[in-house]
């Protein structure tokens, strides 16, 4: 199986399956000398770590990374930092129960990737999903805190904009609100509305969808290339390729085609040491495919956990038709974990082409960042 590495100059390759050992990445390309520590990774580690409410899957999985190779003690300052070279990252599985998955070993679940990989690859592990499991996504999240340290300034935050038919109230947007409910939701009214709604989605055996919003504030300007080496394209791919996403948009996205070219497009007045002051953010901090200093905005939906207590058709690997039903441990909203997911993907992106715009021409135009 190739394709398990994404990035040109911060580069990430993760291996490991859902009931294997252990998951781990190799992340490379990281500049020398930067403070690196386990504790730095751990702390978005556990944002993502599943049992921590009723609303998540309550397997028990401690995800403490070990850093086991790329940092070394600054002979300078004591403390440990990058040296250069592959970082490497692992993290034990310590609570699998692949027992649950032996009912379904020869039948293809509905809404997973199980008859796909079978057909492509003629062999698939059946385990929790093997390679396409969500528990992979533990080490994007490990990379996305390194990811953090290379651009300096940067800032990304994610929250959890709707769950099912429920979204938040805007006006009620408060980002210290995020850390205070188990949803990541910035609006707590509406965090209680998802609490009532996932109940009674959980209580049933079924799951929900959800959207989730990442912004990204110290972004340089001039990140990205016009054609196809743009940024929000890189930016739209990484979070394509987490779990369950179905749907990715930029700025104002797909409710932009409902605007006239007067209200879609950012206004400009002057602003401080020759960089514009620009009076709405609708192209989402990148025009072009480059960034322009204004926080960018992404949004990606989430797909229903296809993996339900409910009875549904389906096949088995001879072509025999069968009901199926999925035991185990499920998110009944996968989109609430997938928040420090999507904020690493983003937060990698922007690594990957700080370095990359930096090897070309060197560095960034020092103007102030705008606000939206």
């Known amino acids: 199986m190739s394709h398990n590495t994404f990035g040109h100059l911060f580069r990430v390759t993760t291996f490991g399956e859902s009931h294997g050992p252990q998951i781990g990445a190799v992340v490379d390309g990281v500049p020398p000398r930067i403070p690196l520590t386990e504790s730095d990774i751990q702390a978005d580690l556990d944002r993502r770590r599943p049992g921590q409410s009723r ?89 996305g805190a390194i990811a953090r340290k290379v651009v300096p300034g940067l800032v990304v935050r994610g929250a959890l904009v709707q769950i099912g038919p429920h979204t938040i109230d805007r ?44 912004v990204a504030e110290g972004v340089p300007v001039g990140l990205g290339a016009p054609l196809y080496g743009k940024l929000d394209a890189d930016i739209a791919a990484l979070l394509m390729s987490i779990n369950a ?62 993996s339900i207590l409910t009875q549904r058709r389906s096949v088995d690997r001879t072509g025999a038709e069968m009901d199926v039903m999925t035991k185990g441990r499920h998110d009944p909203c996968v989109g609430i974990r997938a928040v420090p997911v999507g904020e690493a993907m983003v937060a990698c992106a922007i690594a990957d082409h700080y370095l990359r715009h930096r090897g070309q021409v060197g560095q960034t135009p020092q103007w102030p960042q705008q606000d939206s």
């Open 55 to 143: 609303y998540t899957t309550q397997r028990q999985e401690p995800d403490r990374v070990r850093i086991v190779s790329g940092v070394f003690e600054d002979p300078e300052t004591g403390e440990q930092v990058t040296t250069g070279t592959p970082i490497g990252l692992v993290i034990e599985n310590v609570d699998q129960r692949s027992k649950d998955y032996g009912d379904i070993r020869n039948t293809y679940r509905p809404g997973h990737a199980d008859y796909a990989y079978e057909a492509k690859y003629g062999i698939r592990d059946y385990r929790g999903g093997g390679r396409s499991s969500a528990r992979e996504t533990a080490m994007r999240v490990a990379a």
């Open 171 to 214: 006006n009620r947007f408060d980002w210290d609100e995020v850390a205070r409910n188990p949803f990541f939701s910035p609006d707590a009214v509406a965090a209680e509305t998802f609490a009532a709604y996932l109940d009674d989605i959980r209580k049933s055996g079924s799951s929900v969808g959800a959207v989730v919003e990442i």
């Open 245 to 306: 996403v179905k749907g990715v948009e930029i700025g104002a996205g797909f409710a932009a085609a409902a605007l006239t070219g007067e209200e879609n497009a950012d206004e400009m007045r002057a602003g401080n040491a020759g960089a514009p002051a620009f009076l709405s953010n609708h192209a989402g901090g990148i025009l072009g495919g480059i960034s322009t200093g204004q926080p960018i905005v992404a949004r990606f939906a989430v797909k229903p956990t296809s």
